[in-house]
């Protein structure tokens, strides 16, 4: 992709900061917001240039990504005042990398096409490591055209990237990727918790266990992080809490049943309420403290 083209990055989290980092590194003009200028100040520092609202970075950036926290923040940030929707150019492209709502996908979607501006929504996975290591999941959902054009930069920022269909598509299969982690993080974590009940060694348990059918990434990447008693956020609970209510809210809108996930926010929610708000999801063990 011709790196001429002015990028506009929005969300400096701790996986929105690896991700722009990827695309500052290949050669392109970078342009930043975020709610907390201090998150940024590493990207300034190696050449990215600050912006002090989605509109103004609008206004001068081709293209747009936003990587925020929760659907009110995409909403304000897209058709704010001073939000993308009031200063975007004809042509742009804005892709919406938040884990949000199907249906403020297709909102995002309708007036992109209004004003002849093309939308992706394109939720990741694979936490804080995969930003880093330029290894996300990228599921995609809007016209398959600007999906096309915008794979070189999907390409820069993880490896398993995949086409799913119109707006809302990818938010969609970004909850059927939630719902299985959901449940999963009770599994793995009600193992170690065995383990550690039945008087073995967590850590020789995990080596037997992770690559045989019990395997998964959670079981792999997270479960180290507990035997080490570190809960810093790869993904923050809160996040997943807001996560696990989109995909219950849409399952409701079909009249499905998730009692797997329902257990799981339950218990989720019960952590929040105890202060583990801003710890990962691995954390989760706590639980059964």
Not at 37 to 64: F, H, M, R, Y
Not at 116 to 136: E, H, R
Not at 216 to 242: A, C, M, Q, T
Request: net charge negative.
């Amino acid at each position: 992709m011709n790196t001429n083209k002015t990028i506009g990055f929005i969300g400096i989290g701790v996986m929105g900061k690896s991700m722009a980092s990827h695309l500052l590194s290949e050669g392109f003009k970078l342009l930043v917001y975020s709610r907390t200028k201090e998150k940024a100040e590493v990207l300034l520092a190696n050449g990215a240039e600050w912006k002090e609202t989605p509109k103004e970075i609008a206004q001068n950036a081709d293209i747009i990504i936003t990587m925020v926290g929760y659907p009110h923040d995409v909403e304000e940030i897209y058709f704010g005042e001073q939000g993308l929707f009031a200063g975007v150019n004809k042509g742009s492209v804005l892709i919406d990398m938040t884990t949000s709502t199907p249906t403020l996908a297709k909102k995002i979607n309708d007036e992109g096409k209004k004003i002849g501006v093309y939308t992706l929504d394109a939720p990741v996975s694979g936490g804080d490591i995969g930003a880093k290591n330029g290894t996300l999941s990228i599921i995609v959902g809007g016209d398959s055209n600007t999906f096309e054009e915008m794979k070189p930069i999907f390409k820069m920022l993880g490896e398993n990237i995949v086409y799913q269909g119109e707006a809302g598509a990818g938010q969609h299969t970004k909850m059927c990727n939630q719902i299985a982690i959901a449940s999963n993080m009770i599994g793995v974590s009600e193992a170690i918790v065995y383990a550690r009940k039945s008087g073995l060694n967590p850590e020789t348990v995990l080596k037997s266990i992770s690559s045989g059918a019990a395997g998964s990434w959670s079981l792999s990447n997270l479960i180290p992080r507990v035997l080490k008693e570190d809960y810093s956020p790869g993904f923050f609970i809160k996040h997943f809490i807001k996560d696990m209510g989109i995909a219950l809210e849409e399952a409701e809108k079909m009249n499905l049943r998730l009692p797997g996930l329902e257990l799981a926010k339950k218990m989720y929610d019960s952590l929040a309420e105890r202060g583990e708000e801003n710890n990962g999801t691995q954390a989760l063990i706590k639980y059964w403290e």
